[in-house]
């Protein structure tokens, strides 16, 4: 059994890593628009790979035996979106330092939001963490100015220019606003979730940051991270989830479902 062991432990850890590598992968994976469509083509694949063989049709089993260095390239073509997200967060500074609003500026954007739900102003804000967001921030304009109730809501108002974009919040300061978010491509059953909260997902798919939604027909309030969204909490579940996320991190073992439970069943 020893000698079994010394023989063949590399054997195993490389069992390990892969099946760790494909379980994590999968996780990452599954729910995305991307899966569903490469679950079609493998299914396709194999049928025809079957048929041949059965049917001995030799002619397609060379096409196919030569397809799959197409399909390597394709794989990376419909995940390019995930992709990129994953390098990113592993290129990230996140790993090594922690980025928050302090708690003054979070009892300040608690207290906006509230404010913005009341008045069914629609709003959108992402918070930055270890990724750079530069690049999102130079689609709108520099602000670079302390949080307040009376410029978040008055960013916001139905009759500004910027109230369509989005805020990017750095460390407790506004950076920019009226920004332009990247649009999820994910699919979404809930008729609720508009391009707003869309747009909020796409930010998260794209960085690490944490994203907060205001619904202009119904003042919910909403919160995204890696692409999924909770939507339609309580002011106080919604401060919980961001207190939640912020010091123990954004959950990446969990499925990257589209929309979780809805604040009312949370709460």
Same mark, same amino acid.
């Given at each position: ?17 892969? /099946? *760790? ?9 599954? /729910? ?5 469509? +490469? ?11 079957? $048929? =041949?063989?059965?049917?001995? +049709? ?19 073509? $419909? ?7 994953? +390098?990113?967060?592993?290129?990230? =500074? ?7 609003? #302090?708690?003054?500026?979070? !009892? ?8 913005? =739900? ?7 804000? /992402?918070?930055?963490?270890? %990724? #750079? ?10 602000? #670079? ?20 974009? &989005?805020? %990017? %919040? !750095?460390?407790?300061? $506004?950076? *920019? ?16 979730? &508009? ?11 794209? @960085?690490?940051?944490? *994203? ?7 003042? *919910?309030? =909403? ?13 106080? @579940?919604?401060? #919980? ?24 069943? /949370?709460?």
């Amino acid at each position: 059994m020893v000698q079994f062991f010394y023989n063949h432990w590399r054997d195993g850890v490389e069992i390990l890593i892969l /099946a *760790a590598l494909a379980y994590h992968g999968y996780i990452f994976f599954r /729910a995305t628009r991307g899966a569903r469509i +490469l679950t079609g083509l493998l299914v396709l694949l194999l049928s025809l790979f079957l $048929i =041949s063989q059965l049917l001995e +049709l030799n002619q397609i089993s060379w096409l196919l035996s030569r397809f799959s260095v197409f399909l390597v390239v394709g794989v990376v073509v $419909i995940f390019q979106p995930e992709l990129r997200r994953m +390098l990113a967060e592993l290129g990230s =500074s996140r790993l090594f330092s922690f980025n928050r609003p #302090d708690d003054e500026s979070l !009892d300040v954007l608690m207290e906006a939001m509230q404010q913005l =739900s009341a008045r069914r102003f629609g709003a959108l804000i /992402a918070l930055k963490r270890g %990724i #750079d967001m530069q690049s999102f921030a130079e689609s709108g304009v520099e602000l #670079d100015a302390k949080i307040t109730v009376e410029l978040l809501t008055t960013v916001f108002h139905p009759k500004t220019s910027l109230h369509d974009g &989005g805020i %990017i %919040i !750095d460390q407790g300061r $506004i950076l *920019a606003a009226g920004c332009v978010f990247p649009v999820s491509q994910r699919e979404v059953r809930d008729r609720a979730i &508009g391009l707003r909260h869309r747009a909020g997902m796409g930010i998260t798919e794209e @960085t690490d940051a944490l *994203a907060l939604v205001v619904s202009e027909e119904s003042g *919910a309030l =909403s919160i995204c991270y890696n692409g999924r969204i909770e939507h339609d909490l309580k002011p106080q @579940t919604l401060r #919980d989830r961001l207190n939640h996320l912020l010091v123990h991190g954004i959950p990446t073992e969990e499925a990257p479902t589209t929309v979780l439970e809805q604040g009312k069943e /949370a709460a």
